[in-house]
RNA sequence: GCGCCCGUAGCUCAGUGGACAGAGCGGCGGACUUCUAAUCCGCGGGUCGCAGGUUCGAAUCCUGCCGGGCGCACCA
Protein backbone atom coordinates (compact mmCIF):
# COMPACT_ATOMS: atom_id res chain seq x y z
CA UNK A 1 0.00 0.00 0.00
CA UNK A 2 1.33 3.57 -0.66
CA UNK A 3 2.53 5.58 2.27
CA UNK A 4 1.02 8.56 1.19
CA UNK A 5 -2.31 10.00 1.42
CA UNK A 6 -2.11 11.54 -2.38
CA UNK A 7 -0.72 8.22 -4.25
CA UNK A 8 -2.81 5.45 -2.06
CA UNK A 9 -5.94 8.01 -3.51
CA UNK A 10 -4.31 8.03 -6.82
CA UNK A 11 -4.45 4.25 -6.97
CA UNK A 12 -7.99 3.85 -5.59
CA UNK A 13 -8.99 6.08 -8.19
CA UNK A 14 -7.23 4.04 -10.48
CA UNK A 15 -8.45 0.85 -9.24
CA UNK A 16 -12.33 2.24 -9.29
CA UNK A 17 -11.50 3.77 -12.68
CA UNK A 18 -10.06 0.70 -14.03
CA UNK A 19 -6.64 2.56 -15.56
CA UNK A 20 -3.70 4.28 -14.37
CA UNK A 21 -3.39 7.88 -13.15
CA UNK A 22 -1.88 10.31 -11.84
CA UNK A 23 -3.09 13.29 -9.36
CA UNK A 24 -2.14 17.13 -9.46
CA UNK A 25 -2.86 19.85 -7.92
CA UNK A 26 -4.65 22.41 -9.96
CA UNK A 27 -3.75 25.85 -9.80
CA UNK A 28 -7.25 27.28 -9.82
CA UNK A 29 -9.46 26.34 -6.73
CA UNK A 30 -12.54 26.02 -8.75
CA UNK A 31 -11.23 22.92 -10.13
CA UNK A 32 -10.76 20.56 -7.34
CA UNK A 33 -8.80 19.79 -4.77
CA UNK A 34 -6.69 17.38 -7.05
CA UNK A 35 -7.07 16.85 -10.87
CA UNK A 36 -6.28 14.26 -13.32
CA UNK A 37 -6.22 14.25 -17.21
CA UNK A 38 -6.05 10.70 -16.99
CA UNK A 39 -8.39 10.79 -19.09
CA UNK A 40 -6.85 12.81 -22.02
CA UNK A 41 -4.05 11.16 -21.92
CA UNK A 42 -6.01 7.25 -22.37
CA UNK A 43 -8.37 8.93 -25.05
CA UNK A 44 -5.99 7.90 -28.32
CA UNK A 45 -5.30 4.67 -27.04
CA UNK A 46 -9.08 3.66 -26.13
CA UNK A 47 -10.11 5.78 -29.72
CA UNK A 48 -12.88 7.21 -27.88
CA UNK A 49 -13.89 10.88 -26.93
CA UNK A 50 -11.61 11.85 -23.86
CA UNK A 51 -14.50 13.63 -22.21
CA UNK A 52 -16.87 10.57 -22.04
CA UNK A 53 -13.90 8.72 -20.62
CA UNK A 54 -13.67 11.37 -18.05
CA UNK A 55 -17.13 11.33 -17.53
CA UNK A 56 -16.93 7.50 -17.03
CA UNK A 57 -14.28 7.96 -14.14
CA UNK A 58 -15.86 11.16 -12.51
CA UNK A 59 -18.66 8.39 -12.06
CA UNK A 60 -16.67 5.79 -10.83
CA UNK A 61 -14.81 7.72 -8.24
CA UNK A 62 -17.78 9.25 -6.58
CA UNK A 63 -18.01 5.97 -4.94
CA UNK A 64 -15.49 6.11 -2.50
CA UNK A 65 -15.69 7.67 0.94
CA UNK A 66 -12.91 10.05 0.27
CA UNK A 67 -14.34 11.71 -2.70
CA UNK A 68 -17.12 14.27 -1.85
CA UNK A 69 -17.82 15.31 -5.75
CA UNK A 70 -16.28 14.51 -8.41
CA UNK A 71 -16.80 15.94 -12.19
CA UNK A 72 -15.55 16.09 -15.86
CA UNK A 73 -14.37 19.27 -16.88
CA UNK A 74 -12.79 20.81 -19.78
CA UNK A 75 -11.16 18.99 -22.43
CA UNK A 76 -11.12 15.96 -20.42
CA UNK A 77 -9.87 16.93 -16.55
CA UNK A 78 -11.23 15.01 -14.22
CA UNK A 79 -11.64 17.52 -10.53
CA UNK A 80 -11.78 15.75 -7.46
CA UNK A 81 -13.13 17.85 -4.47
CA UNK A 82 -12.24 15.68 -0.97
CA UNK A 83 -13.97 15.12 2.13
CA UNK A 84 -13.00 16.03 4.98
CA UNK A 85 -12.11 12.33 6.30
CA UNK A 86 -9.28 12.41 3.46
CA UNK A 87 -7.69 15.90 5.29
CA UNK A 88 -7.94 14.17 8.43
CA UNK A 89 -6.19 10.82 7.12
CA UNK A 90 -3.30 12.55 5.75
CA UNK A 91 -2.57 14.72 8.75
CA UNK A 92 -2.80 11.74 11.02
CA UNK A 93 -0.13 10.13 8.86
CA UNK A 94 2.24 12.97 8.77
CA UNK A 95 2.11 13.02 12.77
CA UNK A 96 2.73 9.50 12.73
CA UNK A 97 5.91 10.11 10.70
CA UNK A 98 6.99 12.93 12.46
CA UNK A 99 10.35 14.58 10.71
CA UNK A 100 10.21 11.73 8.93
CA UNK A 101 7.64 12.34 6.36
CA UNK A 102 8.56 11.58 3.17
CA UNK A 103 11.69 9.58 4.04
CA UNK A 104 12.60 6.22 2.25
CA UNK A 105 11.06 6.72 -0.55
CA UNK A 106 13.99 4.95 -2.62
CA UNK A 107 12.74 1.99 -4.40
CA UNK A 108 16.00 0.29 -4.26
CA UNK A 109 18.34 1.36 -1.98
CA UNK A 110 22.11 1.27 -3.44
CA UNK A 111 25.32 2.32 -1.75
CA UNK A 112 26.22 5.67 -3.19
CA UNK A 113 29.38 7.80 -3.52
CA UNK A 114 29.07 11.25 -3.93
CA UNK A 115 32.27 12.83 -4.39
CA UNK A 116 32.22 16.71 -4.24
CA UNK A 117 34.52 19.88 -3.80
CA UNK A 118 37.77 17.95 -4.43
CA UNK A 119 39.53 21.55 -5.02
CA UNK A 120 43.02 21.73 -4.89
CA UNK A 121 44.23 22.62 -1.50
CA UNK A 122 46.40 25.36 -3.21
CA UNK A 123 44.50 28.08 -1.50
CA UNK A 124 40.88 28.42 0.55
CA UNK A 125 37.63 27.28 -0.79
CA UNK A 126 36.00 30.09 -3.30
CA UNK A 127 32.39 30.36 -3.92
CA UNK A 128 32.79 28.10 -6.86
CA UNK A 129 33.23 25.06 -4.86
CA UNK A 130 30.75 26.41 -2.41
CA UNK A 131 28.25 25.63 -5.02
CA UNK A 132 29.80 22.22 -5.25
CA UNK A 133 29.36 22.07 -1.64
CA UNK A 134 25.85 23.10 -1.50
CA UNK A 135 24.67 21.11 -4.65
CA UNK A 136 26.40 18.09 -3.73
CA UNK A 137 25.55 18.20 -0.10
CA UNK A 138 21.85 18.74 -0.98
CA UNK A 139 21.99 15.46 -2.88
CA UNK A 140 23.24 14.03 -0.87
CA UNK A 141 21.32 14.72 1.87
CA UNK A 142 18.18 13.54 -0.54
CA UNK A 143 19.56 10.09 -0.98
CA UNK A 144 19.72 9.69 2.57
CA UNK A 145 16.37 10.53 3.16
CA UNK A 146 15.03 8.46 0.84
CA UNK A 147 16.96 5.08 2.20
CA UNK A 148 20.13 4.91 0.64
CA UNK A 149 23.40 4.35 1.84
CA UNK A 150 25.37 7.49 0.98
CA UNK A 151 29.42 8.29 1.59
CA UNK A 152 30.54 11.88 0.86
CA UNK A 153 33.69 11.73 -0.66
CA UNK A 154 36.80 14.63 -1.35
CA UNK A 155 40.05 13.58 -3.38
CA UNK A 156 42.33 16.22 -3.42
CA UNK A 157 46.18 15.71 -5.03
CA UNK A 158 49.32 16.16 -2.88
CA UNK A 159 51.19 16.29 -5.78
CA UNK A 160 51.54 16.99 -9.69
CA UNK A 161 52.32 20.99 -10.90
CA UNK A 162 49.73 23.15 -9.09
CA UNK A 163 51.17 21.87 -6.16
CA UNK A 164 54.81 22.39 -6.61
CA UNK A 165 53.65 25.69 -7.91
CA UNK A 166 51.85 26.33 -4.54
CA UNK A 167 54.76 24.99 -2.26
CA UNK A 168 57.10 27.02 -4.48
CA UNK A 169 55.24 29.97 -3.79
CA UNK A 170 54.94 29.42 0.08
CA UNK A 171 58.76 28.65 0.15
CA UNK A 172 59.75 32.04 -1.99
CA UNK A 173 57.83 33.89 0.92
CA UNK A 174 59.68 32.31 3.42
CA UNK A 175 62.78 33.17 2.22
CA UNK A 176 61.72 36.93 1.09
CA UNK A 177 61.48 36.57 -2.16
CA UNK A 178 58.81 37.39 -4.77
CA UNK A 179 56.52 34.06 -5.81
CA UNK A 180 57.10 32.78 -9.03
CA UNK A 181 55.44 33.33 -12.32
CA UNK A 182 52.06 32.23 -12.27
CA UNK A 183 52.66 31.49 -8.73
CA UNK A 184 50.29 31.63 -5.82
CA UNK A 185 49.74 35.35 -3.45
CA UNK A 186 47.63 36.63 -1.06
CA UNK A 187 47.07 36.96 2.96
CA UNK A 188 46.55 33.08 2.83
CA UNK A 189 50.01 32.46 1.00
CA UNK A 190 51.37 34.64 3.87
CA UNK A 191 49.99 33.09 6.70
CA UNK A 192 50.93 29.61 5.48
CA UNK A 193 54.51 30.68 5.08
CA UNK A 194 55.00 31.72 8.94
CA UNK A 195 53.96 28.34 9.43
CA UNK A 196 56.63 25.76 9.45
CA UNK A 197 56.22 22.25 7.73
CA UNK A 198 54.53 21.59 3.86
CA UNK A 199 51.43 24.03 3.77
CA UNK A 200 49.54 21.27 1.18
CA UNK A 201 48.26 19.29 4.44
CA UNK A 202 47.54 22.89 6.57
CA UNK A 203 45.48 23.83 3.51
CA UNK A 204 43.17 21.23 3.19
CA UNK A 205 42.78 21.07 6.85
CA UNK A 206 41.54 25.00 7.07
CA UNK A 207 39.09 23.53 4.03
CA UNK A 208 38.02 20.90 5.87
CA UNK A 209 37.20 23.30 8.67
CA UNK A 210 35.44 25.83 5.80
CA UNK A 211 33.43 23.36 4.88
CA UNK A 212 32.58 21.56 8.41
CA UNK A 213 31.28 25.53 9.03
CA UNK A 214 29.17 25.31 5.66
CA UNK A 215 27.90 22.51 7.68
CA UNK A 216 29.22 19.62 4.57
CA UNK A 217 31.26 17.22 6.00
CA UNK A 218 33.15 14.08 4.34
CA UNK A 219 33.24 10.76 4.98
CA UNK A 220 36.10 9.83 3.19
CA UNK A 221 39.34 12.07 1.96
CA UNK A 222 41.12 10.11 -0.76
CA UNK A 223 44.63 11.34 -2.39
CA UNK A 224 46.02 10.69 -5.45
CA UNK A 225 49.06 8.67 -4.05
CA UNK A 226 46.50 6.29 -2.15
CA UNK A 227 45.71 4.75 -5.48
CA UNK A 228 49.29 4.68 -6.47
CA UNK A 229 49.55 0.58 -6.52
CA UNK A 230 46.15 0.26 -8.18
CA UNK A 231 46.78 2.51 -11.00
CA UNK A 232 49.14 -0.18 -13.46
CA UNK A 233 46.43 -3.16 -12.96
CA UNK A 234 43.25 -0.59 -14.17
CA UNK A 235 45.78 -0.21 -17.07
CA UNK A 236 45.83 -3.36 -17.68
CA UNK A 237 41.98 -3.77 -17.93
CA UNK A 238 41.10 -1.02 -20.41
CA UNK A 239 41.87 -1.03 -24.35
CA UNK A 240 45.21 1.13 -25.01
CA UNK A 241 47.48 1.39 -27.93
CA UNK A 242 51.36 2.85 -28.20
CA UNK A 243 51.73 6.02 -30.21
CA UNK A 244 54.01 9.20 -30.67
CA UNK A 245 56.15 7.45 -27.66
CA UNK A 246 53.57 7.40 -25.59
CA UNK A 247 50.45 4.87 -23.83
CA UNK A 248 46.93 6.21 -24.90
CA UNK A 249 43.12 4.98 -23.40
CA UNK A 250 41.01 4.12 -26.68
CA UNK A 251 38.30 6.41 -25.16
CA UNK A 252 36.89 6.93 -28.56
CA UNK A 253 35.88 3.69 -29.24
CA UNK A 254 33.19 4.26 -25.79
CA UNK A 255 32.05 7.77 -27.42
CA UNK A 256 34.75 10.22 -26.50
CA UNK A 257 35.77 13.01 -29.01
CA UNK A 258 39.79 12.11 -28.50
CA UNK A 259 42.04 9.51 -26.78
CA UNK A 260 43.13 10.04 -23.76
CA UNK A 261 47.30 9.93 -23.20
CA UNK A 262 47.89 7.90 -19.89
CA UNK A 263 51.41 8.21 -19.13
CA UNK A 264 54.25 11.55 -19.99
CA UNK A 265 56.21 10.57 -23.11
CA UNK A 266 58.91 12.98 -20.93
CA UNK A 267 59.24 11.04 -17.78
CA UNK A 268 56.93 7.69 -18.12
CA UNK A 269 54.90 8.82 -15.42
CA UNK A 270 51.07 8.43 -15.07
CA UNK A 271 49.24 11.64 -16.43
CA UNK A 272 46.02 12.25 -14.69
CA UNK A 273 43.60 10.23 -16.55
CA UNK A 274 45.17 7.04 -15.84
CA UNK A 275 44.69 7.78 -11.61
CA UNK A 276 41.03 8.91 -12.64
CA UNK A 277 40.66 5.22 -13.95
CA UNK A 278 41.98 3.58 -11.24
CA UNK A 279 40.18 6.10 -8.98
CA UNK A 280 36.45 4.94 -10.90
CA UNK A 281 37.81 1.06 -10.80
CA UNK A 282 37.78 2.02 -6.76
CA UNK A 283 34.30 3.70 -6.89
CA UNK A 284 32.34 1.22 -8.52
CA UNK A 285 34.21 -1.78 -6.80
CA UNK A 286 32.89 -0.43 -3.29
CA UNK A 287 29.69 1.26 -4.47
CA UNK A 288 26.89 0.57 -6.56
CA UNK A 289 26.92 4.28 -7.83
CA UNK A 290 29.78 7.25 -8.07
CA UNK A 291 28.24 10.65 -8.48
CA UNK A 292 30.55 13.02 -9.32
CA UNK A 293 29.83 16.35 -8.62
CA UNK A 294 31.62 18.80 -11.37
CA UNK A 295 31.58 22.47 -11.99
CA UNK A 296 30.55 23.12 -15.46
CA UNK A 297 33.93 23.98 -16.45
CA UNK A 298 34.36 20.29 -15.84
CA UNK A 299 32.00 19.30 -18.41
CA UNK A 300 34.62 17.40 -20.48
CA UNK A 301 34.95 14.72 -18.22
CA UNK A 302 31.55 13.30 -18.54
CA UNK A 303 32.52 11.66 -21.71
CA UNK A 304 36.16 10.35 -20.83
CA UNK A 305 34.26 8.98 -17.32
CA UNK A 306 31.67 7.09 -18.79
CA UNK A 307 33.91 5.60 -21.70
CA UNK A 308 36.43 4.23 -18.97
CA UNK A 309 34.07 2.83 -16.74
CA UNK A 310 32.84 0.91 -20.25
CA UNK A 311 36.12 0.17 -20.72
CA UNK A 312 36.90 -1.81 -17.41
CA UNK A 313 33.57 -3.63 -18.17
CA UNK A 314 31.09 -1.80 -15.35
CA UNK A 315 27.67 -0.10 -16.38
CA UNK A 316 28.03 3.24 -17.27
CA UNK A 317 25.01 3.95 -15.83
CA UNK A 318 26.54 3.46 -12.43
CA UNK A 319 28.57 6.84 -13.26
CA UNK A 320 26.98 9.92 -12.74
CA UNK A 321 28.24 13.20 -13.55
CA UNK A 322 26.45 15.93 -12.30
CA UNK A 323 27.44 19.29 -13.55
CA UNK A 324 26.18 22.88 -12.21
CA UNK A 325 27.06 26.15 -13.71
CA UNK A 326 29.05 29.02 -12.55
CA UNK A 327 28.32 31.45 -10.03
CA UNK A 328 28.38 35.07 -10.44
CA UNK A 329 28.42 37.55 -7.53
CA UNK A 330 27.34 40.67 -7.91
CA UNK A 331 27.33 44.34 -5.13
CA UNK A 332 24.94 46.87 -6.07
CA UNK A 333 25.61 45.69 -10.16
CA UNK A 334 28.97 45.21 -9.99
CA UNK A 335 30.48 42.02 -10.79
CA UNK A 336 32.90 40.17 -8.80
CA UNK A 337 35.48 37.98 -10.27
CA UNK A 338 37.08 35.01 -8.85
CA UNK A 339 40.55 33.79 -9.13
CA UNK A 340 42.56 32.16 -6.18
CA UNK A 341 45.78 33.59 -7.88
CA UNK A 342 45.20 36.90 -7.74
CA UNK A 343 44.63 39.20 -4.49
CA UNK A 344 40.55 40.16 -5.53
CA UNK A 345 39.07 36.73 -4.47
CA UNK A 346 35.85 36.05 -2.86
CA UNK A 347 36.63 33.36 -0.38
CA UNK A 348 33.65 31.35 1.00
CA UNK A 349 34.78 32.29 4.88
CA UNK A 350 34.06 35.90 3.34
CA UNK A 351 30.89 34.92 2.11
CA UNK A 352 29.78 33.58 5.18
CA UNK A 353 30.91 35.88 7.40
CA UNK A 354 28.88 38.31 5.20
CA UNK A 355 25.46 36.67 4.83
CA UNK A 356 25.82 33.66 7.07
CA UNK A 357 25.67 30.01 6.66
CA UNK A 358 21.93 29.89 6.30
CA UNK A 359 21.88 32.57 3.91
CA UNK A 360 24.78 30.82 1.81
CA UNK A 361 23.34 27.74 1.70
CA UNK A 362 19.86 28.70 0.40
CA UNK A 363 21.04 30.99 -2.37
CA UNK A 364 23.67 28.26 -3.58
CA UNK A 365 20.61 26.01 -3.44
CA UNK A 366 17.54 27.66 -4.59
CA UNK A 367 18.16 27.82 -8.57
CA UNK A 368 18.22 25.04 -10.79
CA UNK A 369 21.89 23.58 -11.50
CA UNK A 370 21.94 24.27 -15.05
CA UNK A 371 21.08 27.49 -14.05
CA UNK A 372 24.10 30.46 -13.92
CA UNK A 373 23.79 31.82 -10.20
CA UNK A 374 23.81 35.50 -9.50
CA UNK A 375 23.62 36.04 -6.41
CA UNK A 376 23.36 39.88 -4.96
CA UNK A 377 25.77 40.01 -2.07
CA UNK A 378 24.19 43.04 -0.45
CA UNK A 379 20.26 41.39 -0.69
CA UNK A 380 21.31 38.22 0.61
CA UNK A 381 23.14 39.68 3.41
CA UNK A 382 19.45 41.88 4.61
CA UNK A 383 17.62 40.26 7.25
CA UNK A 384 14.47 41.47 6.16
CA UNK A 385 11.55 40.54 4.10
CA UNK A 386 13.25 40.86 1.32
CA UNK A 387 14.85 37.69 1.96
CA UNK A 388 13.23 33.91 1.47
CA UNK A 389 15.44 32.12 3.64
CA UNK A 390 14.02 34.52 6.73
CA UNK A 391 10.37 33.61 5.64
CA UNK A 392 10.35 30.21 5.68
CA UNK A 393 12.68 30.44 9.15
CA UNK A 394 10.11 32.62 10.40
CA UNK A 395 7.28 30.34 9.93
CA UNK A 396 9.34 27.82 11.62
CA UNK A 397 9.95 29.98 14.57
CA UNK A 398 6.13 31.00 14.99
CA UNK A 399 5.18 27.55 15.19
CA UNK A 400 7.45 26.62 17.76
CA UNK A 401 5.97 30.11 19.65
CA UNK A 402 2.59 28.32 19.63
CA UNK A 403 3.86 25.03 20.69
CA UNK A 404 5.38 26.40 23.54
CA UNK A 405 2.68 28.48 24.57
CA UNK A 406 0.38 25.08 23.95
CA UNK A 407 2.47 23.15 26.49
CA UNK A 408 1.63 19.25 26.38
CA UNK A 409 -1.99 20.13 25.32
CA UNK A 410 -3.48 17.41 23.25
CA UNK A 411 -2.82 17.30 19.58
CA UNK A 412 -5.48 15.41 16.79
CA UNK A 413 -5.98 14.93 13.09
CA UNK A 414 -9.30 14.57 13.19
CA UNK A 415 -11.29 17.99 13.43
CA UNK A 416 -14.69 18.62 15.01
CA UNK A 417 -15.83 20.53 12.71
CA UNK A 418 -15.93 21.22 9.42
CA UNK A 419 -12.15 22.35 7.66
CA UNK A 420 -11.58 26.04 6.74
CA UNK A 421 -10.26 26.58 3.24
CA UNK A 422 -6.81 27.32 4.96
CA UNK A 423 -6.45 24.38 6.55
CA UNK A 424 -7.75 22.24 3.46
CA UNK A 425 -4.56 24.30 1.48
CA UNK A 426 -2.14 23.89 3.95
CA UNK A 427 -2.73 19.73 4.51
CA UNK A 428 -2.75 19.46 0.53
CA UNK A 429 0.27 21.25 0.90
CA UNK A 430 2.18 19.52 3.42
CA UNK A 431 0.78 16.11 1.25
CA UNK A 432 2.91 17.02 -1.31
CA UNK A 433 6.28 16.50 0.24
CA UNK A 434 6.58 12.94 -0.55
CA UNK A 435 6.19 13.25 -3.83
CA UNK A 436 8.07 16.40 -4.15
CA UNK A 437 11.23 15.10 -2.22
CA UNK A 438 11.04 12.24 -4.16
CA UNK A 439 11.28 13.85 -7.65
CA UNK A 440 13.60 16.19 -6.24
CA UNK A 441 16.20 13.50 -5.71
CA UNK A 442 15.47 11.24 -9.06
CA UNK A 443 16.09 14.63 -11.08
CA UNK A 444 19.19 15.42 -8.87
CA UNK A 445 17.59 19.04 -8.71
CA UNK A 446 17.37 20.24 -4.51
CA UNK A 447 16.23 23.67 -5.84
CA UNK A 448 12.87 21.97 -5.71
CA UNK A 449 12.67 21.46 -1.85
CA UNK A 450 13.70 25.64 -0.84
CA UNK A 451 11.03 26.86 -3.66
CA UNK A 452 8.33 24.56 -1.87
CA UNK A 453 9.47 25.56 1.41
CA UNK A 454 8.33 29.22 0.63
CA UNK A 455 4.70 27.49 -0.41
CA UNK A 456 4.42 25.68 2.55
CA UNK A 457 5.50 28.86 4.70
CA UNK A 458 3.09 30.87 2.48
CA UNK A 459 0.15 28.28 3.39
CA UNK A 460 1.11 28.25 7.07
CA UNK A 461 1.11 32.18 7.18
CA UNK A 462 -1.91 33.03 5.48
CA UNK A 463 -3.75 30.22 7.76
CA UNK A 464 -1.85 31.88 11.16
CA UNK A 465 -3.42 35.25 10.21
CA UNK A 466 -7.04 34.01 9.49
CA UNK A 467 -7.24 31.12 12.73
CA UNK A 468 -6.46 30.95 16.25
CA UNK A 469 -4.71 28.04 16.99
CA UNK A 470 -4.34 28.06 21.28
CA UNK A 471 -7.89 28.41 22.90
CA UNK A 472 -9.92 27.88 19.66
CA UNK A 473 -12.84 25.13 19.02
CA UNK A 474 -10.62 23.25 16.81
CA UNK A 475 -7.06 23.54 19.28
CA UNK A 476 -6.29 19.75 19.13
CA UNK A 477 -6.39 19.54 15.20
CA UNK A 478 -4.59 22.62 14.77
CA UNK A 479 -1.95 21.93 16.64
CA UNK A 480 -1.92 19.07 15.37
CA UNK A 481 -1.44 20.80 11.66
CA UNK A 482 1.05 23.76 12.96
CA UNK A 483 3.38 20.63 14.22
CA UNK A 484 2.95 18.55 10.95
CA UNK A 485 3.73 22.24 8.89
CA UNK A 486 7.04 22.42 11.56
CA UNK A 487 8.23 19.14 10.88
CA UNK A 488 8.11 19.45 7.07
CA UNK A 489 9.72 22.97 7.27
CA UNK A 490 12.41 21.40 9.27
CA UNK A 491 13.05 19.15 6.59
CA UNK A 492 12.99 20.70 3.90
CA UNK A 493 15.24 23.38 5.41
CA UNK A 494 17.42 20.40 6.50
CA UNK A 495 17.69 19.00 3.08
CA UNK A 496 19.97 21.93 2.07
CA UNK A 497 21.72 22.91 5.30
CA UNK A 498 19.91 25.75 6.73
CA UNK A 499 18.90 25.57 10.32
CA UNK A 500 14.79 25.60 12.04
CA UNK A 501 15.45 28.23 14.54
CA UNK A 502 13.07 28.21 17.38
CA UNK A 503 13.00 31.67 17.77
CA UNK A 504 13.60 35.10 15.48
C1' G B 1 34.92 25.28 -36.08
C1' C B 2 33.02 21.28 -32.56
C1' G B 3 30.62 19.98 -27.71
C1' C B 4 27.71 21.21 -23.12
C1' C B 5 24.49 24.89 -20.51
C1' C B 6 21.33 29.14 -20.71
C1' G B 7 17.64 32.77 -23.26
C1' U B 8 10.10 33.06 -19.71
C1' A B 9 7.27 39.96 -16.31
C1' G B 10 11.63 45.97 -15.06
C1' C B 11 15.35 42.46 -12.03
C1' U B 12 16.40 37.30 -10.09
C1' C B 13 14.22 32.79 -11.35
C1' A B 14 10.26 28.28 -11.18
C1' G B 15 7.70 25.46 -14.73
C1' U B 16 11.07 17.77 -18.60
C1' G B 17 3.07 17.75 -23.49
C1' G B 18 -2.46 19.49 -20.99
C1' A B 19 -7.36 23.87 -18.38
C1' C B 20 -6.46 31.63 -18.91
C1' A B 21 2.15 30.73 -18.21
C1' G B 22 3.73 31.36 -12.20
C1' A B 23 6.72 33.11 -7.72
C1' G B 24 10.04 36.40 -5.17
C1' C B 25 12.08 41.28 -5.41
C1' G B 26 11.09 46.20 -6.96
C1' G B 27 6.25 49.94 -7.52
C1' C B 28 1.25 51.55 -5.52
C1' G B 29 -2.80 51.07 -1.71
C1' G B 30 -4.73 48.76 2.74
C1' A B 31 -4.66 45.47 7.75
C1' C B 32 -1.76 44.88 14.54
C1' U B 33 -6.10 45.32 21.80
C1' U B 34 -4.57 38.57 19.28
C1' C B 35 -0.40 32.10 19.66
C1' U B 36 5.97 36.65 16.86
C1' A B 37 3.47 42.55 11.56
C1' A B 38 10.59 39.19 9.70
C1' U B 39 3.19 38.58 8.75
C1' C B 40 -1.39 39.18 5.84
C1' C B 41 -4.82 41.33 1.85
C1' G B 42 -5.53 44.06 -2.83
C1' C B 43 -3.66 46.44 -7.79
C1' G B 44 -0.04 46.16 -12.24
C1' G B 45 3.01 44.00 -15.61
C1' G B 46 4.41 38.48 -21.04
C1' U B 47 5.51 38.18 -29.35
C1' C B 48 7.89 32.07 -23.08
C1' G B 49 15.02 34.72 -28.16
C1' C B 50 13.42 34.04 -33.76
C1' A B 51 11.53 30.71 -37.74
C1' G B 52 9.73 26.16 -39.21
C1' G B 53 8.01 21.08 -37.80
C1' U B 54 5.57 16.88 -34.73
C1' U B 55 0.77 16.60 -31.80
C1' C B 56 -6.23 16.80 -30.51
C1' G B 57 -2.88 20.05 -27.47
C1' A B 58 4.10 22.85 -27.25
C1' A B 59 7.46 27.45 -22.67
C1' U B 60 8.13 21.96 -22.63
C1' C B 61 9.72 17.34 -28.07
C1' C B 62 12.55 17.80 -33.30
C1' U B 63 15.36 20.98 -37.03
C1' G B 64 17.62 25.53 -38.34
C1' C B 65 19.08 30.40 -36.96
C1' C B 66 20.35 34.60 -33.43
C1' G B 67 22.38 36.12 -28.67
C1' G B 68 25.23 34.95 -23.80
C1' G B 69 28.31 31.54 -20.60
C1' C B 70 31.73 27.36 -20.26
C1' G B 71 34.87 23.79 -22.39
C1' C B 72 37.83 21.57 -26.58
C1' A B 73 46.31 20.22 -22.92
C1' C B 74 51.48 14.57 -22.49
C1' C B 75 47.22 20.82 -16.45
C1' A B 76 44.24 19.41 -12.55
New binding site residues.
Partial sequence: MPANAVDRLAEELGAVAGMKLELER???P???DF?T?AA??A??SQRRP?RELAEELAAHARSLGAVERAEA?????V?FFLADAWFADALAEMLAAGRDYGAGFAVRPEKVQVEMVSA?PTGPLTVASARNAAYGDAVARLLEFGGHDVEREYYW?DA???MDLFRASVDAVRRGEPPPADGYQGDYVALLAAQAGDPVPAMLEQIRKTLHRFRVDFDSYTR?ADLADEVAPAMARIDTYES???LWARTTAQGD??DR?L????DGSF???ASDVAYLARKLERHDRAIYVLG??????VARLKAAAQMLGYDPQRVEVL?Y??VHLTRGGAQTKMSKRRGDVVFLDEFIDEIGVDAARWFLS???P?????IDVD?AAE????N?V??VQ?AH??I???LR?ARDAEMSAEPRGSLAPEERELVKRLAEFPALVA?AA??R?P??VP?YA?RV??DF??F???????ESDEQAFRLGLVKATQNVIWRALDLIGVEA????
Fill in positions: PSDAHGANLRAAPAGPGFNNNGRQEEGTDKPLRSSLYFADHHGYIQLDRSEQTIELKSQKPYYYARAGINEDRGHALIADHRYHDHRVLPESM
